[in-house]
């Protein structure tokens, strides 16, 4: 597939409850030097969540605020999971998928998303209706490569959802088809793709006017959030992983305040066929994975669900757009190439933010 502009395409990412949705994880540099004061030692608290290890880091003098800061944070992200998980038979969007033609309210992280990829005109790189597509591919087990005729019938009723009155308190949603569709398909909503980004923001969010937080930082892998300074005053650094070599850092992205980063890769959960790699992030106009960058992460100061859907959108969009957009919407962007070959774009100068490529060993 060519690089395109940020107006074509839709992609997502699979299922919350996963191994890891992303592939790129963030290794953080969080321990004070040796010089800093006694209470600038962070709490550390990692637990798992997401389908991943989510690790909330929080500065502060008072140790059980701190504590209590991080059971409502790590309480928050446990409430977006249940919201978002689609496999969950409890969860709204699993609710949704049981009637996926059958006129219903669209669930509210949904209409949350869908609202987002407007704003941020990625509707055709990230969509939220990718759940039957994904299932082809049985990501989850051995794998499988669909027959180009299952795979064109899916994608054609992803792109049948129909979203009545998106900007009402109540949006109502069904998938349009014939009534052999509803005897042989079955097409769904799935926003794992942004669970992890609605989830740490909705975690920061609860944190945001804590007095006793003076900093922090969540990660859940392929997203972290940071909030205000490093009591030290050095900045935050975040790793960002080579997606051919774990054992290397690709590049560190160093921020100062509160800074979202998020990465979308080819490697975590994927399979291999008869040579041929396939993973999760799919193109929605085509339903095959995309194949133009291997990695690619998106740094700014934004919402954490505006990361992980760009993430996931520029890399759809391929090096050349993403680069492209990221430029007119001065965020920080760094791509590893489908052959390899890295490259940045810097964040502007005097924004406290910076990624510096090259390569270092774990």
Known sequence: MNDRSPRRGAQRTPRPRRALIVVVWLLLALLPTSCARADNEPLVESRESLGTIVTVTL????????????????????????????????????RFNFAPYQDQPLPVRAAEVMRKARELDVQREFSIALWGV?????????GSVPSEEDLARAVALSHALRVKNLDSS???????ASSADVADEHPGLDVAGAAKGIALQAAMDALVDDTAVAGG?????????????KPDGTPWRIGIEDPRSPEQIAAVVE??????????????????????????????????????VRSLTVVGRIDGLTSDM??????????????????QRGLALFVIDGAGLPSTVQAAPGSGISIAPGAERR
């Open 217 to 229: 930082m969540i990660s859940a892998g392929s997203t972290t959030l940071t909030l205000r300074d």
């Open 134 to 142: 994904m299932n082809l591919y049985e990501f989850d087990g051995p």
């Open 170 to 176: 109540a949006p109502l949603a069904s998938f349009v």
């Open 59 to 94: 500065y502060g003098a008072d140790r059980e605020a701190l504590a209590d800061a991080a059971d409502r944070a790590f309480e928050v992200m446990a409430d977006v999971e249940s919201e978002t998980n689609a496999h969950d038979p409890a969860s709204p969007i699993a």
């Open 255 to 292: 921020a100062t305040g509160t800074v979202a980063v998020s990465t979308s890769g080819d490697y975590q959960l994927a399979f291999t066929r008869n040579g041929v790699r396939y993973h999760h992030i799919l193109d929605p106009t085509t339903g095959r994975p995309s194949r133009n």
């Open 310 to 327: 760009l993430s996931t959108a520029l890399f759809v969009v391929g090096k050349s757009g993403a680069e492209r957009y990221a430029k």
